[in-house]
């Protein structure tokens, strides 16, 4: 009984247990009895006093639920993970988690730790606040920890401040992981990483998502939050939630640079849940990033049977979460119909797809651009696709565009779909990238270019389709400079349906007396404006349309006016006087 008493007080005084807890356990539990050379110096064993046979009461089971990693040093340094002394309890196993945390003696911030062969099988992996850990696996080595949900940035120990795990892959040949369900930030803790580099490829064991940033309950919230995978590894989920919850979750990231991440809806029996990006109610600036070659899949798993889905600030109040793919290689590719959305009706907008430089996006399902909620004006605008030089959207469905797609010069948009401008929306567009067949419907924008301070052309060699009540927006510059349409080879601007706008902005410094600006190069219409609305001009300057024809090279001119008001119209080839503070329709 001494021993045991002797046992519980030094257990207490390393774990913060109670003693009369301890002993409640144990009497309740078979004991196994040890020689006393098996404990040394180190913490987590306890050195007692010497008792007859020098035996040794220790917990049994119930208290090895965990395996503590203390290094070389006894302090959580460094060390090598299959040497039995660098654990608490021996060598983790699938009853016992692999953990890293700090308190009074395993003081250590970091850890390097080698596992150059063999296979371990922890039940998780668990870093707590404040610890930095790296694993560098061998070659061939199997790093197996699918029984529960690891957890880099938990309240373990009693460090404070971000939590990262880096798994570290051969610089040849392969090493294999796999792990349940992970969660990257919980419990309120900000700022922790889960990095994946080199030659490692990483499967999911579980049919559960995987998280990056919780927003869960009053004072829960976890944010800054990044889950990197670099350098040729290979992640594969069964479904991952960048910022998940009911709070506002922001700034946490998955970053995919020279590496693949695959979301494939699991196994034969599940149904996916896809790759959600700020879905927490309000969340914000949460990103993914694919750089440098990187590759990330969404596609349904086999025998999956519900589509899988790619979603990015589809909730309600989420704003400026982003997902931009650059670089040359870099790909974003949507298979089996896996749909995607960017922004929610009631989002507060600035949720953002960019793809440039070389990068690439592939659809095969839905693409849904949202529109948002006015919010009072406390809003971050429209939710966007953006198409910038070098970059490449293909799509083999529908996009449907309630917020504002931008192709600019040098960006391409292509493939066997289509695209739709819904009421309110706009399509911004320069260069000679569109191929696929564009409808822009009643109170939707066609805008030629995508910066209203700067001269662009777009290069038309596509049907795009006016319906009525749809609106064609060119802006006019100093020095004859205007936005301007190009008709090539098959380029076609249906307006046969009549009620169509052509709608012309300038600043009041270029509206001067003799301004003359030519809007289209060719004759790609079918049918003609019914309406178009200029801007007004000071007093004694009217417009002079008498030109707006393919012969007179579409110009439109600014001109003093003439001693009557007389209105001399002959369609579109007209004098048109406009007075001062009168906005003009024809």
Known sequence: MTVVIQFCKLYRNHHGTS?????????????????????SHRPWRLRLAPVAASALLVLPSLLHAQSTWVGTEGDGGNGAWNVADHWSNSLPDTNNAAQFYLDAVLTAPSAVIDLPSGTVTPRALTVGAGKSVTLNLGTGVRLEAKQAISAIGTNLGTGSGAANLTIAGPETGTATVQLASFYVGHNGGNGNTLTFTGGVTVTDAGTS?????????????????LLRVEEGASLTRFALYLARG???VFGN??????????????SAAATSTGFLIGNAANSSQNALAITNGGVVTVTTGVGGSTTNRLELGAQSGARSNTISVEGTGSLLQLLQGTTLTVGHSNSYGGNSVTVANGGTINATGAVTIAGYALNGGNNDGYNRLVIANGGTFTTETTITNHGLVQL????????????????????EVAGSGLAIQATVKAGGVLAVGLNPLEESQWILST???????????LNLFDD???????????????LTAGGVTLKLLADDTVLTDGATWSLFTGNGFSGSFDIITLPELTDGLVWDLSNFNEAGSWQVAVIPEPGSSLLICAGLGAVMAFKRRRS???
Do not use: C, W
């Open 19 to 39: 003693s009369a807890s301890v002993f409640r356990a144990m009497k309740t539990h078979p004991l196994k009895v040890v020689h006393s050379k098996v404990f």
């Open 209 to 225: 998502f995987s998280m990056v940033g919780h927003g869960g309950g009053t004072g829960d919230s976890s944010h800054y939050n």
């Open 246 to 248: 009911t709070n506002s």
């Open 253 to 266: 990231r998955v970053e995919v640079d020279n590496a693949t991440l695959a979301i494939n809806g699991g």
């Open 408 to 427: 600019a010069s040098g960006g391409v948009l292509n493939g066997t779909g289509s695209l739709g401008i819904e009421n309110g929306a706009r399509f």
């Open 463 to 473: 049907s795009v389709v006016m319906q009525s009540g749809a609106i064609l927006e």
């Open 480 to 494: 004859g400079k205007a936005d301007r349409i190009v008709f090539d080879s098959g380029g076609i601007l249906d």
């Open 584 to 586: 003009s329709t024809v």
